[in-house]
């Protein structure tokens, strides 16, 4: 369905009849006090971000980070020493290892799934290796939470799942399809699986927003542009930890959340962070698209809407559909998308400069 777009001000005055501030997704929040926690991929710009949101809120008797490289893994040692976060364990390890894993998560309540392979190109040249990761990967945590009775599971996933036209975003979409089917194994009283999936992190390693920075910063004469009419979903990365933490919170098993966040144009955000630097045209790279979805029109009769996020449900989850209803969520209209060109919330250069200042505080 399409939406009239409006700009978004995250803070000030706008012209428009409508204000949109940055939303935090901090609410409802888990109690992790005297909980054991496991993050996969555990030293990435989101496993940091949990570690630091996690123990300045909450005092959990474990938290593990699991992970393969111990280069990154002694560098997270270093900004959480253990004489001063005694909660913290570190595990070399892979997600390919499914008994590794279920050593790992011995009498652990949560996990955060967050270990994938996610460079488009990489996966593009290495396809095998994105699925024994990102595919069988998930297949062996599923089995291994299982196996130790995890209170809840809850996998990040990307908007690239959504209509994949990419090895990376068809494997996220295998991935999450494994995590909602894995609530038919847990049963009534087991482990509860959920999703959540967004966009593009503001700021995170990898990302752009870094690139653009770097080039405008080390004195490029031009910034490179695939194409001026490519947009893309933004997140904060503290909004990203808030998410999963509320959303561990409300899942039932078998969600997948969607936030509900801003998008900008590519050129917009090149033009803030190199004003005076020209654009250079160089054409979508392979296994890219031109605008990001992350609920597709074939999904809008499964799809609720809450305050703050979406929730796309099992076509067959009938009791859990009443349950959200019950508790406000509303359902989409029929040829519901959420695409980032149809976002009805589009940053302005005012908003963008507030993400910005937010992603690097």
Known sequence: MAQRAKKVFLGGDTETETKSELRDFSQPWLDLNDKQLLVTGGTGSFGNHFVKTVLSQYKPKRLIIYSRDELKQYEMQQRFPHEQYPCMRFFIGDVRDRDRLELAMANVDY?????????????????????????????????????????????????????????????????????????????????????????????????????????????????????????????????????????????????????????????????????????????????????????????????LELTDRFVILASFAAALREAYINRGAKPVPEGFAYSSDSNPEQLDARGLQQLLAQAYA
Not at 142 to 160: G, N
Not at 200 to 208: A, D, E, M, Q, T
Request: glycine share 8%.
């Open 111 to 303: 996990v955060v799934h967050a270990a994938a392979l996610k460079q488009v190109p990489a996966a593009e040249y290495n396809p095998f290796e994105c699925i024994r990761t990102n595919v069988l990967g998930a297949e062996n945590l599923v089995y291994a939470a299982l196996h130790r009775d995890v209170k809840k599971v809850i996998a990040l996933s990307t908007d690239k799942a959504a209509n994949p036209v990419n090895l990376y975003g068809a494997s996220k979409l295998a991935s999450d399809k494994i995590f909602v089917a894995a609530n038919n194994l847990s049963g009534a009283d087991g482990t509860k699986f959920a999703v959540v999936r967004y966009g593009n992190v503001f700021g995170s390693r990898g990302s752009v927003v870094p690139f653009f920075k770097k080039l405008a910063e080390s004195g490029a004469h031009e910034l490179p542009i695939t194409d001026a009419r490519m947009t893309r979903f933004w997140i904060t990365l503290t909004q990203g930890v808030n998410l999963v933490l509320s959303s561990m919170e409300m899942a039932k098993g078998g969600e997948i959340f969607v936030p509900k966040i801003p998008s900008t144009t590519i050129t917009g955000l090149a033009t803030l962070l190199g004003p005076q630097l020209p654009q250079k045209i160089v054409g979508i790279r392979p296994g890219e698209k031109l605008h990001e979805t992350m609920i597709p029109a074939d999904d809008a009769h499964c799809t």
